[in-house]
Every structure is written in structure tokens, then in C-alpha cells.
């Protein structure tokens, strides 16, 4: 089976690709899960990922037994239908990129199939960034750089050194936008935790005051 058979398995994270022979699935279950769920939840995990495995195999043997000129070929349809809707229609636009996708990662390692693949990953990127959908845009330019650093040598140094830039440029828009989300999201839940450590200590002050306010009530009485 080709690696490449894997880069559709998602794994807890849309587009976060997993690869099975590379990480033992006990392991990674001990980092995810309580201790006590492991030894259950172990083989049923085992399972579900070979079932997916088997899956994705599939796909990719029903897509190189089509041949790879026609998976360039629609895949190339596809990427210029996501071209002409991309600024309308970014959602649909992504979608096609990523179905143009899945028809060209079994060919990943051959020439003119892997570039038309790093176009629409580049093109994903920017798809999913339009929807504000910054970790599959992040996910979308590594796939393509990584792509490039395992195929780069199949394509003109212009080519790649475009494309390189390209991606990088959009990670990390995605990236700046991402980090300005969790800024704001800390800055917030942070204003929330002083907004309830400062109520906190009015009520406190408040209950201090009526204490000692019946105190001295009190104390007033029996002194009467």
C-alpha cells in the first residue's frame, strides 16, 4: 500500500493527516485517553482505523485503475471550476478543490498529477481562508510544501521556488489570523475572570459591612 493511501485519513482533526505506520495507535491513545479507557477502547480504535485504512485503499485503487491522464484531467476541471467560483462562492470553491484532491494524491509522486495536486492545495488554502476556516488552510499549504519537498526535483526551480512562496505566504496569514482568535479569546476569558474575581470581592466586602453592622447592632442593644 502507498503512503499516499493515507493522506485522506482524517484523524480527529479535518485534514489532520495520520499515518498509522507511523505512530503506534496505543500510544497515541494513551496521549488522548484516561488511562482507564484505553485497554477497552483499544481494539475497537484498532479496528475503526483499518476499516478506514481499507477504505481510502480502495478509493485510491478504484482511482489508479482509471488511469492517471484521466485523474489529471478531471482533477484539472475541477481545480478551474473552484477558479471561476472562488471569489463568489468559497465554500463550493473548496469543495471541488478537495475532490480534485482525492483523485490526485494517488498519483502524488508523478510529475504533472503532483504539481496539478500542490495547485489545489494552494487553492484550498485560500478557499478555506475566505471562510474563515484557518486550520484546514494551515493543513491545506503544509500538504503542498511537503509535496514540494518530496517531489520538487520533478519541476523547474521557478516553479517551485512561486509555489514555496505561495504557500508559505498563506500559512502564515492563516496563521496570523488564527493567532489573533486565541489572542482575542484569552483576552476575553481573561476580562471574564477579573469581572468575577472583582464581584466576588464586592460580595465579600458587601457581607464584611452587614457583618459588622449587626455587630455593632447588637452590641448596641445589649448595651441599652
Same mark, same amino acid.
Given at each position: 500500500?502507498?503512503?499516499?493511501?493515507?493522506?485522506?485519513?482524517?484523524?480527529?482533526?479535518?485534514?489532520?493527516?495520520?499515518?498509522?505506520?507511523?505512530?503506534?495507535?496505543?500510544?497515541?491513545?494513551?496521549?488522548?485517553?484516561?488511562?482507564?479507557?484505553?485497554?477497552?477502547?483499544?481494539?475497537?480504535?484498532?479496528?475503526?482505523?483499518l476499516?478506514?485504512?481499507?477504505s481510502?485503499?480502495?478509493?485510491?485503487?478504484?482511482?489508479?485503475?482509471?488511469?492517471?491522464?484521466?485523474?489529471? /484531467?478531471? *482533477?484539472?476541471?475541477?481545480?478551474? =471550476?473552484?477558479?471561476?467560483?472562488?471569489n &463568489?462562492? @468559497?465554500? $463550493?470553491? !473548496? %469543495?471541488?478543490?478537495?475532490e480534485?484532491?482525492?483523485?490526485?494524491?494517488?498519483?502524488?509522486?508523478?510529475?504533472?498529477?503532483?504539481?496539478?495536486?500542490?495547485?489545489?492545495?494552494?487553492?484550498?488554502?485560500?478557499?478555506?481562508?475566505?471562510?474563515?476556516?484557518?486550520?484546514?488552510?494551515?493543513?491545506?499549504?503544509?500538504?503542498?510544501?511537503?509535496?514540494?519537498?518530496?517531489?520538487?526535483?520533478?519541476?523547474?526551480?521557478?516553479?517551485?521556488?512561486?509555489?514555496?512562496?505561495?504557500?508559505?505566504?498563506?500559512? /502564515?496569514? *492563516?496563521?496570523?489570523?488564527?493567532? =489573533?482568535?486565541?489572542q482575542?479569546?484569552? &483576552?476575553? @476569558?481573561? $476580562?471574564? !475572570? %477579573?469581572?468575577?474575581?472583582?464581584?466576588?470581592?464586592?460580595?465579600?466586602?458587601?457581607?464584611?459591612?452587614?457583618?459588622?453592622?449587626?455587630?455593632?447592632?447588637?452590641?448596641?442593644?445589649?448595651?441599652?
Amino acid at each position: 500500500m502507498d503512503v499516499s493511501d493515507f493522506h485522506e485519513v482524517g484523524f480527529f482533526f479535518r485534514q489532520q493527516l495520520f499515518y498509522p505506520g507511523d505512530i503506534a495507535v496505543g500510544k497515541l491513545l494513551y496521549f488522548f485517553l484516561p488511562p482507564t479507557l484505553v485497554v477497552l477502547t483499544d481494539f475497537l480504535f484498532l479496528d475503526q482505523i483499518l476499516q478506514l485504512r481499507q477504505s481510502v485503499a480502495t478509493h485510491n485503487q478504484e482511482v489508479r485503475s482509471g488511469g492517471m491522464a484521466a485523474a489529471v /484531467e478531471r *482533477a484539472g476541471q475541477m481545480r478551474k =471550476a473552484g477558479n471561476d467560483l472562488i471569489n &463568489t462562492d @468559497a465554500r $463550493r470553491a !473548496a %469543495d471541488l478543490y478537495e475532490e480534485a484532491t482525492k483523485l490526485l494524491w494517488p498519483f502524488e509522486s508523478r510529475g504533472d498529477a503532483g504539481w496539478q495536486l500542490i495547485l489545489c492545495l494552494s487553492n484550498h488554502a485560500l478557499a478555506a481562508h475566505k471562510q474563515e476556516q484557518y486550520e484546514q488552510a494551515i493543513d491545506s499549504c503544509e500538504d503542498g510544501l511537503m509535496l514540494l519537498a518530496r517531489h520538487g526535483h520533478l519541476y523547474s526551480q521557478a516553479e517551485r521556488d512561486d509555489k514555496q512562496q505561495k504557500l508559505e505566504r498563506r500559512k /502564515e496569514q *492563516a496563521l496570523h489570523e488564527l493567532t =489573533a482568535i486565541e489572542q482575542t479569546a484569552h &483576552t476575553a @476569558a481573561q $476580562r471574564q !475572570a %477579573d469581572e468575577a474575581a472583582a464581584a466576588d470581592e464586592a460580595a465579600a466586602r458587601r457581607r464584611a459591612e452587614e457583618s459588622a453592622a449587626a455587630a455593632a447592632a447588637q452590641a448596641q442593644l445589649e448595651a441599652e
